[in-house]
């Protein structure tokens, strides 16, 4: 298989996960809003993001160490978001 096919391929895998989490998500929080998943949407958002931006121009984020810190800042903020909307989801249903 052509490597740049393989290298598109790669990165529209990406974006298709990323797009069906927000999605989820969204579907999550419209059935019961909490600001949790608030935050776990909008950690996924930038994350989406940065995915997008790495698929466009690969070298931005190579060059920049910061801005690798910060997309790993959003992974957690999908992690907290989701961990605290489960550990809130029981006790709103008792």
């Known amino acids: 298989m052509d490597a740049h096919l393989m290298q598109v391929m ?3 895998t990406g974006l298709v996960g990323g797009l069906m989490m927000i999605v989820a998500l969204f579907v999550l929080w419209n059935r019961s809003p909490s600001g949790w998943l608030l935050l776990a949407l909008a950690g996924e958002g930038v994350s989406l993001l940065f995915r997008l931006a790495f698929s466009v121009v690969p070298g931005m984020l190579a060059g920049v160490p910061a801005i690798l810190m910060v997309w790993q800042a959003c992974a957690l903020m999908v992690a907290a978001g989701l961990l605290g909307y489960a550990l809130e989801a029981p ?4």
């Open 10 to 12: 790669q990165a529209a």
């Open 91 to 94: 006790a709103k249903r008792a």
